[in-house]
C-alpha cells in the first residue's frame, strides 16, 4: 500500500504563495499518477491538479492554470504544490492522492488546511 502525508499548509495573505508537500511511502513504484484536491466548507471536492510520477506530465483544473504548480522529486518520493498569487476562493483543505494504476485515487493523505486572507 502507499501512504500519504501532506505538510506546508497555513494562513497567508491574499498574493501570497505556499508550497504544500505530499510525502510518500510503501509500494512507491505502484504509483501512476498523484493527484491533488481541495474541499473549501459547503463545498464539494475539487480536482486541482495531478502529475504523472512516470514521465512528470502535469494537468491542472482551469480554477489554478498559470498560478499552481505541481512537481515531484522522485528521490524524496514526494510531490509539490506550489501555489502562487493566491485568493480567498483558493482557501480549503488540500489533500493529495495517489493512482496506483486501477484509474482512479485510492489512496489518500489526511489533508492540510490553506486559508487565503482577504
Known amino acids: 500500500q502507499v501512504a500519504l502525508v501532506e505538510s506546508g499548509g497555513g494562513l497567508v495573505q491574499a498574493g501570497g504563495s505556499l508550497r504544500l508537500s505530499c510525502a510518500a511511502s510503501?509500494?512507491?513504484?505502484?504509483?501512476?499518477?498523484m493527484g491533488w484536491f481541495r474541499q473549501a466548507p459547503g463545498e464539494e471536492r475539487e480536482f486541482v491538479g495531478a502529475?504523472?510520477?512516470?514521465?512528470?506530465?502535469?494537468y491542472y483544473a482551469d480554477s489554478v492554470k498559470g498560478r499552481f504548480t505541481i512537481s515531484r522529486d522522485n528521490a524524496k518520493n514526494t510531490v509539490y504544490l506550489q501555489m502562487n498569487s493566491l485568493k480567498p476562493d483558493d482557501t480549503a483543505v488540500y489533500t493529495c492522492?495517489?493512482?496506483?494504476?486501477?484509474?482512479?485515487?485510492?489512496?489518500w493523505g489526511q489533508g492540510t488546511q490553506v486559508t487565503v486572507s482577504s
Open positions: 510503501g509500494r512507491i513504484f505502484s504509483m501512476y499518477t
Open positions: 492522492a495517489a493512482d496506483t494504476g486501477t484509474g482512479s485515487y485510492t489512496r
Open positions: 502529475i504523472r510520477w512516470s514521465g512528470g506530465s502535469t
